[in-house]
């Protein structure tokens, strides 16, 4: 079978889903819900673009080059923050860390 480049995710009908036979759509393909703990973003984790931070969470994320940033300070800001973060740390409060398409422009 060949690979299709702009869908590398094109295999036959028989043997898989639209969404692994056309890609995925969006920019966000996975979600991970963070309540507690560390949380590291390597391995089947890798690839967090965004992160949502609800009301009254406290802990940190951090970021990928380096750097932190308090999870209090963007708490329920109720948009996507693009964020490439390497862990977060939640004390208290959710946190849901979004993996992003690889293959979105």
Same mark, same amino acid.
């Given at each position: 079978?060949?690979?299709?480049? %702009?869908?590398?995710?094109?295999?036959?009908?028989?043997?898989?889903?639209?969404?692994?036979?056309?890609?995925?759509?969006?920019?966000?393909?996975?979600?991970?819900?963070?309540t507690?703990?560390?949380?590291?973003?390597?391995?089947?984790?890798?690839?967090?673009?965004? %992160?949502?931070?609800?009301?009254?969470?406290?802990?940190?994320?951090?970021?990928?080059?380096?750097?932190?940033i308090?999870?209090?300070?963007?708490?329920?800001?109720?948009?996507?923050?693009?964020?490439?973060?390497?862990?977060?740390?939640?004390?208290?409060?959710?946190?849901?860390?979004? %993996?992003?398409?690889? %293959?979105?422009?």
């Amino acid at each position: 079978m060949s690979i299709n480049p %702009i869908h590398p995710y094109d295999y036959p009908a028989s043997q898989a889903n639209d969404f692994q036979r056309k890609g995925h759509p969006g920019k966000f393909l996975k979600s991970i819900t963070c309540t507690s703990g560390t949380t590291y973003f390597t391995g089947s984790n890798y690839g967090v673009g965004g %992160i949502i931070v609800a009301d009254t969470t406290t802990g940190t994320v951090t970021l990928s080059a380096g750097g932190s940033i308090s999870l209090a300070d963007i708490a329920g800001s109720k948009r996507i923050l693009e964020i490439s973060a390497e862990s977060v740390t939640v004390n208290s409060g959710t946190v849901y860390v979004l %993996i992003k398409n690889q %293959i979105s422009k």
